[in-house]
């Protein structure tokens, strides 16, 4: 594959920017990454002309792809020839504010703001104003954006900042705990209960290999929480309007947070996060309440024109119905090609997320056979061939075969002209503009390069 274009781009781009890049995870495609012309539906054509079948769109906002639909992009123009952006409330915001609350079941009111990561720093903001407490619990591998109060590791005996530039006085508010496990929960809220001002979770690990959550475990963080006064915040940034459709994972999961974040498909493809949750725990941000929140951009009319176009769009349409159909095809093909030729792999993923995690130590394909597996994706059930090995947590996930994902397996991928992300953790995303033939030709390079 020519990438001669893409080299030279990335030469001039290291003179003038850090890596290169100007997100840390971009770099992560060695020894450069490549860089996109432009988008074609579900493909992505760089910048030496190769066309590739892409399964990262975005790294999760692109919920239909490339190609947007007229009216979606109609929208959109309309918005950008109207003036960028004017610093006072337009009717737009409304209507998308309107939209979410109304499809959201534990979302009364919302802020709009820029980014994911804008989304989880006001949010901790308001646990820790809402409760008057300090600490917040975490999940080791969750991720919540590039921000002080998250980017925290160790376990909640030894946090310790995960970047430099981080205070060890910052850190040692934020617990960090092993996903899916209660006893761990249960340890942190019998030390520090009345000073937990909430505990933050994907409700699927969606940046560290895709962890499914065990049966219950939900449920079981609504009920300590409640029980302890503290907030239970759930960061939908990458699964919210994408897993289960427009009530977001929260519904899928029936369980009802304090707090939501969202970020990514919620903007349409633009800068975009959010808070939403109960009306008054909302009205404690300014001006109505004591935390301060404000931003230049935030509730931007491009963003919100593309936000509110995209969901309605797919509140019409069968969007939902056609990425996890393909999500679906995606995993038990998947499923099957490991049963032949790497059952050790496991199959993770739902709806239109999926990937396959290198677990080593699966169990042998008769196994498989005989006893059955879950056949599309993960789903922690107990009673799976591959419950004992499947991952569970971070740790688990850092336990795979990591290094040959992204040194091997990535790049034979992309030789076949499929685009997965750049390592073992990214998710992997199905959009409305991907078809039967793109999952077909996926397996193939699959059966090729596993
Ligand atoms: C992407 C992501 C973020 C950060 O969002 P940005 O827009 O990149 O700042 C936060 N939380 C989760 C779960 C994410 O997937």
New binding site residues.
């Given amino acids: 594959m020519n990438d001669d274009r893409s080299r030279t781009l990335y030469d001039r781009a290291l003179s003038v920017m850090p890596g290169g890049v100007n997100s840390a995870v971009r770099a992560a495609i060695e020894p450069y990454p490549f860089f996109v012309s432009r988008g074609d539906g579900g493909h992505v054509i760089d910048a030496d002309g190769n066309r590739l079948i892409d399964w990262v769109m975005g790294l999760?906002p692109l919920l239909l792809g490339h190609d947007l639909p007229n009216r979606v992009e109609a929208e959109i123009q309309r918005a950008a020839s109207q003036g960028p952006m004017y610093g006072t409330p337009t009717e737009v915001e409304v209507d998308l504010a309107e939209f979410v609350v109304r499809h959201v079941p534990s979302v009364e009111k919302i802020r709009f703001v820029n980014?994911?990561?804008e989304a989880?720093v006001s949010a901790v903001r308001l646990a820790r104003g809402t409760t008057g407490r300090n600490k917040i619990v975490i999940m080791q591998g969750g991720?919540?954006?590039?921000q002080e109060s998250t980017l925290v590791e160790g376990d909640a005996q030894r946090p310790s900042p995960s970047s430099a530039g981080i205070p060890q006085s910052f850190a040692k508010h934020t617990l960090p705990v092993p996903f899916n496990d209660e006893a761990a929960i249960n340890t942190v809220f019998d030390e520090h209960g009345d000073d937990i001002a909430g505990v933050m979770v994907?409700p699927i690990l969606?940046?560290y290999g895709i962890v499914h959550p065990e049966d219950g475990y939900l449920q079981f963080l609504r009920e300590i929480t409640a029980e302890y006064g503290s907030l239970l915040i759930f960061?939908e940034?990458?699964t919210g309007f994408r897993v289960g459709g427009l009530g977001c994972a929260q519904s899928h999961f029936d369980v009802t947070p304090d707090i939501t974040t969202f970020?990514?498909i919620v903007g349409g493809g633009f800068p975009v996060?959010a808070i939403g949750g109960r009306a008054e725990l909302i009205e404690q941000f300014a001006p109505t309440g004591d935390v301060f929140q404000a931003g230049t951009f935030s509730g931007h009319p491009v963003t919100m024109a593309a936000g509110l176009e995209t969901l309605s769009f797919a509140a019409q349409a069968d969007v939902y119905d056609h990425v996890n159909d393909l999500g679906d095809q995606l995993r038990s093909g998947l499923a099957d090609i490991l049963e032949d030729q790497a059952p050790q792999y496991t199959v993770v993923g739902r709806d239109s997320m999926f990937k396959v995690v290198f677990t080593r130590d699966g169990p042998a394909s008769e196994a498989l056979a005989a006893e059955g597996a879950c056949e599309s994706g993960c789903r922690q059930r107990p009673g799976c061939a591959r419950y004992e090995t499947c991952p569970k947590n971070a740790s688990d996930v850092m336990d795979a075969e990591t290094a040959r994902w992204r040194r091997i397996f990535w790049g034979k991928m992309r030789d076949q002209g499929v685009f997965l992300s750049q390592n073992q953790f990214e998710s992997q995303f199905v959009s409305y503009a991907h078809t039967e033939a793109d999952v077909e030709e996926t397996l193939e390079a699959y059966k090729h390069a596993l």
Avoid at 143 to 146: F, L, M, P, V, W
Wanted: hydrophobic share 20%; charged share 15%.
């Fill in positions: 999760g980014s994911g990561t989880t991720y919540h954006g590039a994907e969606a940046n960061d940034v990458i970020g990514k996060g």
